[in-house]
T-cell receptor
Framework: DAGVIQSPRHEVTEMGQEVTLRCKPI?????LFWYRQTMMRGLELLIY????????DSGMPEDRFSAKMPNASFSTLKIQPSEPRDSAVYFC??????????????FGNGTRLTVT | QKEVEQNSGPLSVPEGAIASLNCTYSDRVSQSFFWYRQYSGKSPELIMSIYSNGDKEDGRFTAQLNKASQYVSLLIRDSQPSDSATYLCAVKNSGAGSYQLTFGKGTKLSVIP
């Protein structure tokens, strides 16, 4: 299995521009998570989906952030307009239910976003 | 707000020594606990999980859980330079059907050859 695939690996953009991050979860996984990691705040959960349906988006910082999962194999996280404080590494992770307590997250390689 | 606290370090230990990493959590009814390792510039990877009070051993790694004290630890025996990384403690949130993990900010471990 190729694992969770994220693109792009690096994104540099100017303040005010729209940014779209993409994720392909592991085939068969029914949960998809978007995390953001910074030195100051660590790994923060932004939103997660179950069977393509958003379950909890309480971690989304503000209306500039939106996420979609149009099908089981693709999700996007969009920031519009972007701001310098959005600079972080964004991770997508997936997991599979049906395993009792043990639901390990499988992380993608992340997208390093820099907003200037 | 459910919190997971870790000492940010850095924690420096000589090669061959035991590294001890600690974590406390605020949600008393949490049931599942995980340790992830993250190398610089890489994504987190799961190394241990623990659900019951006591110790769980896997090779050089031992996870310890004390639910009464809301405390989780990770011991790394015979530490190797390749163990140098940031170790993230994660707690699975309580609630039926909840699949959210709350992560601590991580402890940076440096193993000195």
């Amino acid at each position: 299995d190729a694992g969770v695939i994220q693109s792009p690996r690096h994104e540099v953009t100017e303040m005010g521009q729209e940014v779209t991050l993409r994720c392909k979860p592991i085939s068969g996984h029914d949960y998809l998570f978007w995390y953001r990691q910074t030195m100051m705040r660590g790994l923060e959960l932004l939103i997660y989906f179950n069977n393509n349906v958003p379950i909890d988006d309480s971690g989304m910082p503000e209306d500039r952030f939106s996420a979609k999962m149009p099908n089981a194999s693709f999700s996007t996280l969009k920031i519009q307009p972007s701001e310098p404080r959005d600079s972080a590494v964004y991770f997508c992770a997936s997991s599979q239910t049906g395993r009792g307590f043990y639901s390990p997250l499988h992380f993608g390689n992340g997208t390093r976003l820099t907003v200037t | 707000q459910k919190e997971v606290e870790q000492n940010s370090g850095p924690l420096s230990v000589p090669e061959g020594a035991i590294a001890s990493l600690n974590c406390t959590y605020s949600d008393r009814v949490s049931q599942s606990f995980f340790w992830y390792r993250q190398y610089s510039g890489k994504s987190p990877e799961l190394i241990m999980s623990i659900y019951s009070n006591g110790d769980k051993e896997d090779g050089r790694f031992t996870a310890q859980l004390n639910k009464a004290s809301q405390y989780v630890s990770l011991l790394i025996r015979d530490s190797q330079p390749s163990d140098s990384a940031t170790y993230l403690c994660a707690v699975k949130n309580s609630g039926a059907g909840s699949y959210q993990l709350t992560f601590g900010k991580g402890t940076k471990l440096s193993v000195i050859p």
